[in-house]
């Protein structure tokens, strides 16, 4: 290929390729989702429409980049967990995160109106992102807790804060109410004004969703006798469950293992 006298340019770019053998985190949020949401009247505090535009997105995100083992999303963020092994653009982190980023700000827009086939996209949905770099398993399932753990508190407080809300208090007034409180008072609150147990809540609202790969059975033909053939297939799914203990985890123990 001929180098033109301006290629030097080329060595100003820095390396930026990540540690090998380190699991890679991307995090991707919506930048003024609160106004966004706003905007779009996103139920509050939970719009279940928006949650499943979100998981719609991640699961194509792993449909796409099969080095992607696993995702875990809440409210207008999403984390995409990359293979320890993975050479994808040669482990370079502005590639890893731009795509990411942009792979799933297009989905945003272009599922938009499966989920919301009578709203209009009033301004352009677009989002930041940053991406860490773990080295053991065991601290992406803990980077994973805390994210979940983030999810519940932040459920239980808006939950309150919402009830209180629609109950005629104003946004101030809630936000007072609820300085201080713990745990304990929230889930109290909960079910002796508003008769709600907190625990009945959407396990989608409680838990956040994750998206990974499930190995299922599947038919893929009928013999010459009639009989069905199966095969053990891999499937993209979405769900809801606890992610903090070891339940999960040991019954896919093939996501986060390591080589
Ligand atoms: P930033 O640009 O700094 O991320 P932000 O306004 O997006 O600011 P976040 O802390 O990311 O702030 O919070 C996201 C906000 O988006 C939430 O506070 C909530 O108001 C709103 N939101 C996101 N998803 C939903 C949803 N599914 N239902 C209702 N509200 C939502
Ligand atoms: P990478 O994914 O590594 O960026 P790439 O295939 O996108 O690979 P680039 O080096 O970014 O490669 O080059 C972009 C290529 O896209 C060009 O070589 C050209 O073939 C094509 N392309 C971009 N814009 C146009 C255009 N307006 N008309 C025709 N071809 C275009
Ligand atoms: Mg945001
Ligand atoms: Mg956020």
Request: a neutral charge; aromatic letters at 14%; one cysteine or more.
């Amino acid at each position: 290929m001929a180098n033109s006298k301006y290629e030097y340019v080329k060595k100003f770019e820095e390396d930026d390729r990540l540690p090998p053998s380190n699991w890679i985190v991307v995090r991707i949020d919506g930048c003024h989702f609160h106004r966004f949401s706003a905007e779009h009247e996103f139920e509050k505090p939970n719009d279940e429409k928006a949650l499943n535009l979100m998981n719609a997105c991640a699961l194509a995100m792993l449909e796409q980049f099969s080095d992607i083992v696993f995702a875990y999303g809440v409210s207008d963020e999403y984390s995409f967990i990359w293979k320890e092994t993975t050479v994808f653009y040669q482990r370079r982190a502005s590639k890893m995160l731009s795509l990411c980023v942009s792979y799933f700000t297009s989905m945003y827009v272009s599922k938009w109106k499966d989920f919301f086939p009578h709203k209009e996209l009033k301004g352009p949905p677009y989002f930041d992102g940053r991406v860490v770099c773990y080295p053991k398993s065991k601290i992406i399932r803990d980077y994973l807790a805390w994210r979940q753990v983030d999810c519940h508190i932040n459920n239980q407080y808006n939950t309150c804060f919402w009830m209180l809300v629609k109950s005629g208090k104003t946004e101030k007034e809630a936000q007072e109410f609820l300085k201080g409180t713990q745990a304990k008072d929230k889930n109290e609150l909960l079910f002796q004004q508003f008769g709600i147990n907190y625990d009945k809540l959407p396990q989608i609202f409680r838990k956040g969703s994750s998206v990974y790969r499930e190995k299922v059975e599947n038919i893929v033909k009928v013999d010459g006798n009639g009989n069905p053939v199966r095969r053990m297939q891999s499937e993209v799914v979405v769900d809801h469950m606890d992610i903090i203990g070891p339940k999960f985890w040991s019954e896919h123990p093939y996501i986060l293992k390591e080589e």
